[in-house]
């Protein structure tokens, strides 16, 4: 494994799909050295790793060609820090619901997803959502056929919620980011905002590693 040197770690963002750039870009701002992850070699260089958006039926098949799922899966083990957005969440998750059968899972999070969520009321939304350990005001999210967590285990930590679903009179509040120990994830994409503070807040988990 790397050595940070000083302050200024290196984070590996999973190159196999999605939006890599933006989330290259927002780790470099967060004050990290952002390394592009296609293999298990990479991967032994980094002090922590992004698992950006996309579609993480795709990724899951991915990980297994670039023969990234057992390196991962044993890194994540090991407490290597990891932020997924996203697919990215839905990978760590213990479990996902309406995935496809041949889905596998990083594990990480224990908790329980659901693909797709609020595509049922709408495919896409924005919202300011409070997010706890992030200063500065709320932080507006982006969903894009997002995920969210259903069923969070113990040792998982709610960072913010949507209190309401848009366009829907259901008022229960869905969970949107969360943390467990060094494994952060959020449903939605903050690569997208200009906002930099969640992934400062990874960096933070990375250095604190
Ligand atoms: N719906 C996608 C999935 O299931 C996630 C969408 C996204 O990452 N923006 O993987």
Redesign the pocket.
């Known amino acids: 494994m790397a050595i940070a040197t000083g302050a200024r770690p290196v984070v590996g963002v999973l190159a196999l799909q999605?939006d890599v750039r933006e989330h290259a870009a927002m780790v470099e701002r967060a004050g990290a050295r952002a390394l592009p992850v296609r293999r298990a070699s990479e991967l032994s260089e980094v002090d922590g790793l992004v698992l950006?958006?996309?579609?993480?039926?795709t990724?899951s098949r991915l990980l297994e060609t670039f023969e990234l799922l057992e390196p991962l899966r044993e890194r994540i083990a090991d407490g290597m820090p990891a932020f997924g957005?996203?697919?990215?969440m839905?990978l760590l998750a213990r479990q996902a619901l309406d995935?496809r059968p041949d889905q596998r899972q990083l594990g990480g999070l224990d908790v329980v997803v659901r693909?797709?969520a609020f595509g049922r009321q709408v495919d896409s939304f924005e919202a300011d959502l409070d997010f706890t350990g992030i200063e500065g005001g709320p932080v507006h999210a982006v969903f894009?056929?997002?995920?969210w967590v259903e069923k969070a285990g113990d040792g998982v930590e709610v960072l913010a919620s949507v209190p309401e679903m848009p366009g829907s009179e259901d008022a229960a509040a869905r969970i949107v980011a969360v943390r467990q120990g060094a494994v952060l994830a959020t449903s939605f994409?903050p690569e997208l905002t200009g906002d930099e503070r969640v992934h400062r807040l990874f960096v933070d988990l990375v250095r604190q590693a």
């Not at 950006?52 to 039926?57: D, I, K, Q, R």
């Not at 894009?144 to 995920?147: F, G, L, M, S, T």
């Open positions: 999605g950006p958006g996309g579609e993480s039926t990724m957005s996203c697919a990215g839905i995935g693909r797709n894009i056929r997002a995920p994409h």
